[in-house]
């Protein structure tokens, strides 16, 4: 972690979220936190980390990118 009121630490956390609440979470209204944790869950495990493109990827699906190799 850097010195307070640099704010490069936190960009990618704060990108991240952005991109969960946007894309997955957005009107979802939770009965329980274990409905939550499992929308959290589905996002990143099923989405963000297998079929999101990312720029760092050349923007290809993480899968395919590794069906290429």
């Known amino acids: 972690m850097s010195c307070k ?3 490069y630490d936190n960009a990618p956390m704060e990108s ?3 991109k969960l609440k946007m894309e997955w979470l957005n009107d ?3 009965k329980t ?3 939550a944790i499992k929308a959290v869950f589905e996002y990143i ?3 963000y980390n297998r079929r999101r493109t ?3 990827n050349g923007y290809i699906p ?3 990118r ?3 190799v």
């Open 5 to 7: 009121g640099n704010c």
């Open 54 to 56: 990312h720029s760092s």
């Open 45 to 47: 495990e099923l989405f």
């Open 16 to 18: 991240f979220w952005e």
């Open 62 to 64: 993480p899968l395919q």
């Open 66 to 68: 590794f069906e290429a």
């Open 28 to 30: 979802h209204k939770f």
């Open 33 to 35: 936190r274990a409905e």
